[in-house]
């Protein structure tokens, strides 16, 4: 596995933004989860929140910097329902309070899961402070978010949740990409024919820079999403040509043991997480039929 690029725990992106890293690195979350303090005055925005597990010592980073910019958060923005970026929300609002007394309280956005989403967070991976809980209030697509130096306008991109939302900072054209657009590595998702949609909005969004929700910072978004496109269409193209050099219908694993015969087996079980998602857009673009476990392409798909 190629290293990753360090990234310091507090750094200065512009004159809006600064990126606090969440304390939490690991296999999925690489260097850690980037969470945003966007906003030149005494109110700020905090654009994700961490982990649970690490919030004591990601809000005593958090804690140093709000100090050092005389300032306090007044809308806490979570791109998604993942535990490692919500997972921080009620340290985030004790910490608030602590230093800004009981009454200050700081708004949490966050989009609505689909009522048809199999993937809602569990007990475990869910805020358990009620204050948080009440004060969720959800996120609607264009909506605005202005504080003193900048203003945030809400992309709904569903693909790698229902409830994802990407920002962009209209004063510096700059996008904050979530898990949608990762700095190193792919990103997965859940929805491949949502998260492909996605990626075009945010083509269409031109930032100049994105800021995602890992790895360092993309410094040229168009290049960056363009080959995440083309690597699914790539991997969709290989699925449809397997399909249609069979004589019968074929299931996910010998579909994967035809595409990734060299790589090592104990990654097919992640692949096939892949191709399943790529035959379930398929599925609804009417290109494959499904019997059972086994998928075939339809004679009226065009190779």
């Given at each position: ?8 725990l507090i750094t200065r992106l512009s004159g ?29 925005v905090l654009i994700d929140s961490g982990d ?252």
């Amino acid at each position: 596995m190629t290293a990753l690029t360090p990234i310091p725990l507090i750094t200065r992106l512009s004159g809006r933004v600064i990126r606090i890293l969440g304390c939490n690195p690991g296999p999925m979350t690489l260097q850690g989860t980037n969470t945003y303090l966007v906003g030149t005055g005494s109110k700020r925005v905090l654009i994700d929140s961490g982990d649970v597990d690490t919030a004591p010592e990601y809000t005593k980073i958090l804690s140093q910097v709000l100090k050092e910019e005389k300032a306090t958060i007044e809308h806490l923005v979570v791109t998604h329902w993942h535990h490692d970026h919500i997972g921080g929300v009620p340290a985030v609002l004790d910490l608030i309070k602590s230093l800004g007394g009981k009454s200050a309280l700081a708004t949490v956005w966050k989009f609505p899961c689909s009522p048809d989403d199999d993937h809602q967070p569990d007990d475990d991976h869910q805020p358990d402070d009620e204050e948080s809980a009440a004060r969720c209030d959800p996120l609607k697509d264009e909506q605005s978010i202005r504080i003193e130096g900048a203003t945030l306008r809400v992309k709904h991109t569903p693909g790698h949740t229902t409830d994802h939302a990407c920002l962009v900072l209209e004063d510096e054209a700059a996008l904050f990409s979530g898990d949608c657009v990762l700095g190193e590595t792919s990103a997965v998702f859940e929805d491949l024919r949502d998260y492909l949609s996605s990626l075009e909005r945010i083509l269409r969004a031109e930032p100049r820079v994105i800021y995602p929700g890992h790895g360092p910072v993309v410094a040229e978004p168009r290049a960056k999403v363009l080959a995440y496109i083309e690597n699914r269409m790539r991997r969709e193209q290989q699925i449809v040509q397997c399909l249609g050099s069979r004589a019968g219908p074929c299931d996910v694993m010998e579909i994967v043991s035809e595409m990734y015969k060299d790589t090592p087996q104990n990654l097919w079980f992640a692949a096939a997480t892949n191709v399943n998602h790529h035959l379930e857009k398929l599925l609804k673009e009417n290109r494959v039929a499904q019997d059972g476990e086994k998928w075939l392409l339809k004679s009226t798909s065009s190779l």
